[in-house]
């Protein structure tokens, strides 16, 4: 059965600091893994998406990473603000079909001043 | 990328009545998929919106329930029908653009809350 876990499940960090997300699963065959941002009752927004060849990619301040051997990915985030403050949200695809995509549960962050 | 506008953003209503929300896409696509988000949980897919043609609904979802229509490649609605405080969720339109999964881009989503 294809699964996405992701960890921590939440996580408070200060305004500033940096923080790294964690993704793992169990997806076969792999197509490519997308880290979304979403805001409390708004739909999730694309922040990055890797394929099985790349192994990093960075979109301002977030940076993905990709380890298809060990079927793991993380997100880190640079120089937190008080408007990441979200859930992050990992999503994995198979190849063979656009329905096939399985989502993680997500990590809820929070930025303090 | 493919920019989704979806509405209503959020509304309030009364068990046993009906919601239509709908989705607009700026371009064609071949692909849109309506999701269900039960308070922090993740996505579920409900149903995949076939234009001209049913719906395909997933496993738990029925089309009584949640009947979607696609009249066109760029529009697409889906009504809750009958509806209980379980149905309280963010519903959530998407579109896939390219093969593979590429591109995959979620509409801002309908936060219903059924008192």
């Known amino acids: 059965k294809n699964q996405v876990e992701q960890s921590p499940q939440s996580l408070i960090i200060l305004e500033g600091k940096n923080c790294t997300l964690q993704?793992?699963?169990?997806?076969?065959?792999?197509?490519?893994l997308r880290w979304y941002k979403q805001d409390t009752g708004r739909g999730p927004v694309s922040l990055t998406i890797?394929?099985?060849?790349?192994n990093t990619k960075s979109n301002g301040r977030y940076t993905a990473t990709l380890d298809a051997d060990t079927k793991q990915s993380s997100l880190h985030i640079t120089a937190s603000q008080l408007s990441d403050s979200a859930s992050y949200i990992c999503?994995?695809?198979?190849?063979?079909?656009?329905?096939?995509?399985?989502f993680g549960t997500g990590t809820k962050l929070q930025v303090i001043p | 990328s493919a920019v989704i506008s979806q509405k209503p953003s959020r509304d309030i209503c009364q068990r046993g009545t009906s919601l239509t929300i709908q989705c607009q896409v700026d371009?064609?696509?071949?692909?849109m998929f309506w999701y269900r988000q039960q308070p922090g949980q993740s996505l579920t897919l409900i149903a995949t919106?076939?234009?001209?043609?049913?719906?395909?609904?997933e496993s738990g979802f029925v089309i009584d329930k949640f009947p979607i229509s696609r009249p066109n490649l760029t529009f697409s609605t889906l009504t809750v029908s009958n509806m209980s405080p379980e149905d309280s969720s963010i519903y959530l339109c998407?579109?896939?653009?390219?093969?593979?999964?590429?591109?995959?881009?979620f509409g801002s989503g309908t936060r219903l809350t059924v008192v």
């Open positions: 890797m394929t099985f060849s790349e």
């Open positions: 999503v994995v695809s198979a190849s063979g079909g656009y329905q096939k995509v399985t």
């Open positions: 998407s579109v896939v653009l390219g093969k593979d999964n590429y591109g995959y881009t």
């Open positions: 993704c793992n699963y169990t997806v076969s065959p792999f197509s490519n």
């Open positions: 371009s064609q696509v071949t692909m």
């Open positions: 919106a076939n234009q001209g043609s049913e719906a395909t609904y």
